[in-house]
C-alpha cells in the first residue's frame, strides 16, 4: 500500500532533477513498495558523501533484510523447495559482480560486489558462489523464517493457477516476484546500478533470471546513465533491456529512454507486461518506466523519501 507521502506520477513529473552540477544533488531511485525502505538507507549514505556503490550495496541490504517474499533468504523456493538468489552490481567505471541460484547467503548483493571487487570475474554460480562466501567469512546457512515456510503453500497454488491460465509458458508468471532493483547517483556525479531478487517463485531449479545479468537485469555506464530491471527476467534477458536503455540515455533524459526502451519490448513482444524499470541518466534526471497497469517505485532527489507510480507509455 502507498503511504500518505503517495503523489501521482503526474504530479512527480515537476520533480524532474535539475541539470547535473558538481556536488549539487544526489538521487536513488528503486522499485516496488519495498524499494522504499532500501532508498531511505541508500539516502543515508547518499548524504554522508558515500559512493554510489555503497548507496547500492547497502540500500539492497536494507530490503534483503526485510523478510520479504522475493527478495532475501525468506523469498519464494524453486519447485524443489529451495531458495535460490540471486543479485548483480554495476559501477558507471565499467565494473560489475553477480551471483544466480546461490543458496543460504543473507546478502546476495555483498556476495555480488566482492566477486566485482576481489575476482577477476562478473559472474559466480550456485555452489562456487556459496564457497567464495564461505571463503570471505559470510555465513552461508540461513534459513527461511517460519513465516515464509508458511506462506510458500499458498504462493504454490497462486503461481500454479498463473502458470494454468497463462497464454503461453513464457508468460505464466503474473505472480509471486518482483525484484529490488536500485540506481544511485552520488555527490561526484558518479553512477551504480544493483538488484537482488530470489526470482520467479516456483521456477525450474537452476532457472537463471535477469537480474544476475549484467546489460539485462543491471547496468551503469559514466556519459550515458544506469538503469535497473524488474518483473519477468526471460523478457529483459532476450531484449538486453538495461544495456537498451541505457545506451538511450545518451541522447535522451532517463524517463524517455526507459519508455523507449519498453516500447521496443511491446513491439517485438506485445504480450510483455510484466516488466519494469529504473533508472537516472548521466545529468541526474531520474525514471521509471513499466508496461503493467502501473508500477510503484521509490524515490529521493534531495527533498523527502517518496512512492510514487509510473504507468505505460
Ligand atoms: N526479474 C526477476 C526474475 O526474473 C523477478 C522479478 O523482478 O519479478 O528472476
Redesign the pocket.
Known amino acids: 500500500m502507498l503511504t500518505s507521502s503517495e503523489v501521482s506520477f503526474t504530479e512527480s513529473l515537476n520533480r524532474k532533477a535539475t541539470p547535473f552540477l558538481k556536488m549539487a544533488r544526489c538521487v536513488v531511485i528503486a ?1 516496488w513498495e519495498f524499494g522504499l525502505e532500501g532508498v531511505k538507507t541508500a539516502m543515508n549514505q547518499l548524504k554522508n558523501g558515500e559512493t554510489a556503490v555503497n548507496a547500492v550495496e547497502l540500500g539492497i541490504m536494507a530490503v534483503e533484510s526485510l523478510g520479504i517474499r ?1 527478495v532475501g533468504i525468506s523469498g519464494l523456493p524453486n519447485t524443489d523447495g529451495e531458495v535460490e538468489l ?1 543479485a548483480s552490481i554495476m559501477s558507471d567505471d565499467g565494473r560489475a559482480g553477480g551471483v544466480a541460484a546461490v543458496k543460504g547467503v543473507e546478502h546476495p548483493i555483498s556476495l555480488a560486489r566482492k566477486v566485482m571487487e576481489l575476482t577477476p570475474h562478473v559472474l559466480l554460480v550456485g555452489d562456487g558462489a556459496r564457497k567464495f562466501a564461505k571463503a570471505l567469512g559470510m555465513r552461508v546457512d540461513a534459513k527461511p523464517s517460519e513465516q515464509a515456510i508458511k506462506q510458500w503453500a499458498a504462493a504454490k497454488e497462486e503461481a500454479m493457477k498463473a502458470t494454468r491460465e497463462a497464454p503461453d509458458p513464457w508468460y505464466w ?1 503474473q505472480v509471486s ?3 529490488v ?1 536500485m540506481v544511485a547517483m552520488d555527490t561526484n556525479g558518479n553512477l551504480a546500478a544493483g ?1 537482488s ?4 517463485a516456483y ?1 525450474m531449479p537452476g ?5 544476475p545479468i549484467i546489460g539485462a ?1 543491471v547496468y551503469a555506464r559514466s556519459g550515458y546513465g544506469a538503469a535497473a ?6 523478457i ?1 534477458i532476450r531484449n538486453a533491456l538495461t544495456y537498451r536503455a541505457v545506451t538511450l540515455m545518451k541522447d535522451l533524459p532517463a524517463k524517455d529512454a526507459l519508455d523507449e526502451a519498453l516500447k521496443e519490448v511491446r513491439l517485438r513482444e506485445p504480450r510483455s507486461k ?1 516488466i519494469s524499470l529504473v533508472g537516472i541518466d548521466h545529468m541526474g534526471n531520474w525514471g521509471a518506466a513499466t508496461l503493467r497497469e502501473q508500477f510503484p517505485f521509490a524515490l529521493w532527489d534531495g527533498q523527502e523519501p517518496l512512492l510514487l507510480r509510473a504507468f505505460p507509455p
Not at 197 to 200: E, F, I, M
Not at 229 to 234: K, L, N, P, R, Y
Open positions: 522499485t522475493s540471486y508468471a516476484h518482483d525484484t532493483g538488484a531478487t530470489s526470482g520467479l521456477k532457472r537463471v533470471g535477469d537480474t537485469g530491471a524488474t518483473g519477468v527476467g526471460e529483459a510484466e
